[in-house]
């Protein structure tokens, strides 16, 4: 597996205004997801109807921020989130967010490498 962007998500205080910026400029498709939380789906390249890019690219997404300081993230994906958190930590980096589930997706953790820089890993059900 390649160790590259999967995800990205983008923190906005104002997603709608943030929404029509993105839409604008390069033309992205973003939705409202379904569910009991308040999240955006940001299509920089299509999809099939499984979710799938049909074309090389990286898509992400957009919520609403719950904390000032949130800063957008870059998701890797990884084979085993269990194994690449021991890594980070072994290698002078921090887990700021265990592993969790995201159902019909897999799962997610996020880190910070030993400069305080934000990152995330994703371990995906499909690979």
Do not use: C
């Not at 999967?6 to 205004?17: L, Q, R, S, T, Y």
């Not at 299509?43 to 949130?70: A, F």
Request: net charge negative; proline share 9%.
């Amino acid at each position: 597996m390649d160790h590259t962007i999967m995800h990205f998500e983008i923190p906005a205080n104002d997603v709608e205004k943030l929404k029509r910026f993105y839409e604008e400029i390069f033309g992205w498709k973003i939705t409202q997801a379904a569910g009991p939380i308040e999240y955006w789906v940001i299509q920089t390249v299509p999809v099939d109807p499984n979710g799938m890019l049909t074309r090389p690219g990286v898509n992400g997404g957009m919520y609403k921020k719950q904390i000032p300081e949130s800063k957008p993230i870059n998701y890797f994906a990884v084979e085993s989130i269990t194994d690449f958190l021991a890594k980070i930590e072994k290698l002078g980096g921090k887990v700021t967010q265990p592993k969790q589930e995201v159902p019909e997706i897999g799962w997610i953790a996020a880190a910070e490498d030993p400069e305080g820089n934000q990152f995330a890993l994703i371990q995906p059900i499909r690979v």
